[in-house]
């Protein structure tokens, strides 16, 4: 048991105040008498020893003071049973007492008042305790509308725009927010608004709060921090409140900056919520946007929100007037991931011959904290091997941590196993090097890590923001790289390419509902995306086409695997000499880098061009070369045809292509 989280809690108060009760009503109701038995009394009334008799008949007891005090004292008290009265009163008029009273007792008016109040304070100190341990203190009782957001001071320490790296149009949107508060005088001289808010979206771990910290750092105004799950509390009304008392406080110390960190708790999209009655998040997210954009137009309050799904917030949020500067902040490039290398870097003791451009080139598609995290490993593989710099081998064997997980030693596999991994992973590297637009094969290991038995890298080697068909069918070939192999070599698959199987299952389908890659489907999106906003957007797509297009997109995903399948055999059966040198040096070395590759995958024999795919058989064929259209003639993607769409779409980004690990 924790006794002092028990000594800080309400109980001991509320035991304490029992106790008092109990104590303060013992000494009203003493009366000094000591209480002796009713055959006690009686002998006492008949040995002529008692000076005087009161019968209090309310309580049904005798007190008597007695002439000779003995061994019980001079005042003593005795109760009786209701039908013992008669003899009780004839036994003091026998004794003839000096004095002899009868009492009706009303009680004591103090006695009774306390009766009366203590159990209401007794509820009070309960209630009051609860609300104060559940506000987190005995300073915030009764304060659960006020604010939780934190200022920082600036005393604290501080994280500068040079603390960050990788995010350079983030940083130089940002920085005209301070110029905007340091000097206003310079933007309203040309008639600039001052932008109501910045929303900061992106994927998860690429600095959304390490930029917020860093404006905090840098703007010399106040800066309020709180997080979106805090506006929500179980009492009704408690957001809206909060909202208010925030951006009362902001406007109070104006300029000021106010930073919701994962806004989208309170600002997903309205009229989505589960149930009936009143719905506390759109209650509070209708009080956000009366104080973004409201009557007063003249607060020198911005507002800067981070969030991982802008798809799912509040159109309304999203309006110019509100989040006046949408900010994507994407997975770096290799020269941002160098430069985040680089500050995670200070202050480790790198060895002389590592190159973090290097180190950036095998991590294609890390976010920021991915990086950081690298770096960590590195270090603490490095005191764990009692070594006083972080060498290449200690950075290797993070970043396959990070990607794979931690290297599972204790997991002792039978040599046929072993043998069946070896052939599974040789079949991914030898079919990905085979191809003509793969990216290369860059480590083939048979050492289990993570959930995976073994793993095949490929890693690109530049940064790409698209993936063309060709692309994407050498990925399904690859895929099922493995299990070709086990069916060519032990003519009995394993369920080591389920995994695989998934992921090619996976593109296939993508490639005929939503990139248009299929002659007979076509260029349309199948299914939509919408979904209920409180259970999330991917719990599924709502289908809407028919059966009988159902039936032919199952089919269209078929003919790709098994396409790819029917690929990656002729490869396998083509190189089959190099396959048995691939899973020979695999059973050998266990691991296999790119040098030790590209030795064994000298004589490759490739697989030939794919023909020229056409979305249709009846469009003629253009053998015009590709054109480079001018910046300046660029087509806005908002007019098709010389017509205005209804909706201009966003920029958008494809996700940075993450390095292809097929595992066992």
């Not at 949408?326 to 202050?347: F, N, T, Y």
């Not at 024999?605 to 015009?624: A, F, G, I, T, Y």
Request: glycine share 8%; proline share 5%; charged share 25%.
């Amino acid at each position: 048991m924790d006794y002092k989280r028990f000594l800080r809690g309400p109980l001991i108060y509320i035991l304490l105040a029992v106790i008092v009760v109990s104590v303060g009503f013992s000494l009203l109701s003493g009366s000094g008498f000591k209480e002796i038995t009713t055959k006690q009394g009686l002998e006492l009334l008949k040995s002529d020893k008692v000076a005087s008799a009161k019968i209090v008949d309310a309580e049904q007891r005798v007190d008597l003071v007695l002439t000779d005090p003995g061994t019980d004292g001079k005042q003593v008290q005795f109760y009786y049973a209701a039908p013992r009265g008669a003899e009780i009163v004839n036994a003091i008029t026998a004794a003839n007492p000096k004095t002899f009273d009868d009492q009706v007792d009303k009680g004591n008016f103090l006695t009774s008042l306390l009766g009366l109040v203590i159990p209401f304070v007794i509820i009070g100190l309960i209630f009051w305790f609860l609300l104060s341990s559940m506000q987190g203190g005995g300073s915030k009782v009764m304060q659960f509308g006020k604010s939780k957001a934190k200022l920082v001071s600036k005393e604290s320490p501080k994280v500068t725009f040079a603390d960050v790296a990788g995010a350079d149009e983030a940083i130089e949107e940002l920085e005209e927010i301070k110029d905007f508060l340091r000097e206003p005088a310079k933007f309203q001289a040309v008639g600039a608004r001052i932008p109501k808010g910045v929303l900061l979206y992106g994927p998860p771990g690429t600095g959304k709060t390490l930029l917020a910290r860093a404006v905090a750092g840098e703007a010399n105004v106040p800066f309020y921090s709180i997080s979106g799950s805090d506006f929500v509390e179980m009492f009704v009304g408690v957001g809206a409140s909060r909202v208010r008392d925030l951006f009362a406080q902001a406007k109070e110390n104006s300029p000021a900056i106010i930073f919701v960190d994962e806004i989208d708790a309170v600002g997903r999209h309205r009229g989505s919520g589960m149930g009936g009655g009143h719905d506390e998040r759109e209650q509070t997210l209708n009080q956000l946007l009366v104080e973004m954009d409201g009557f007063d137009v003249k607060t020198n309050v911005i507002l800067i929100a981070a969030t991982n799904r802008p798809d799912i917030l509040d159109p309304a949020l999203l309006r110019p007037g509100r989040f006046d500067r949408q900010i994507g902040v994407d997975a770096p490039d290799l020269l941002g991931r160098k430069q985040i290398l680089e500050v995670h870097g200070k202050g480790k003791p790198l060895a002389a011959g590592v190159d973090l451009e290097v180190v950036a080139r095998k991590t294609p598609g890390f976010t920021g904290a991915d990086l950081a995290n690298v770096l960590n490993e590195a270090a603490l593989l490095t005191a764990r091997s009692n070594a006083q710099l972080i060498d290449n081998r200690a950075l290797d064997e993070a970043i396959d941590r990070v990607m794979a997980g931690p290297q599972r030693r204790t997991r002792v596999m039978r040599d046929h196993e072993k043998l069946i991994t070896a052939y599974h992973e040789g079949g991914h590297a030898l079919v990905a090097t085979a191809m003509r637009n793969t990216d290369p094969v860059t480590k083939v290991t048979i050492l289990p890590r993570g959930r995976a038995l073994g793993y095949t890298m490929v890693l690109p080697l530049e940064d790409r923001y698209s993936v063309s068909r060709n692309e994407l069918l050498d990925q399904l070939a690859y895929a099922m790289g493995g299990r070709v192999a086990e069916e060519v070599v032990f003519h009995d698959p394993t369920t080591g390419a389920s995994n695989d199987i998934e992921k090619a299952t996976s593109t296939a389908r993508k490639m005929v509902t939503e990139f248009g890659m299929s002659a007979s489907i076509g260029s349309v999106k199948l299914g939509s995306g919408s979904g209920e906003m409180f259970l999330g957007r991917d719990m599924g797509s709502q289908r809407d086409y028919s059966e009988r297009l159902s039936e032919q997109v199952d089919a269209e995903v078929r003919a790709l695997i098994e396409k790819a399948h029917d690929e990656a055999w002729e490869v396998l059966n083509e190189n089959r000499d190099i396959l048995d040198k691939l899973a020979t040096a695999l059973l050998e070395k266990e691991t296999l880098d790119h040098n030790e590759l590209a030795e064994i995958f000298k004589d490759v024999k490739k697989m030939p061009e794919r023909p020229q795919w056409l979305s249709s058989d009846k469009r003629p064929v253009s053998n015009q070369p590709p054109v480079l259209v001018p910046q300046k003639a660029a087509i806005d993607p908002g007019v098709v045809d010389g017509d205005v769409t209804s909706e201009t779409p966003k920029k958008a980004r494809l996700p940075r292509k993450r390095p292809g690990i097929a595992t066992a």
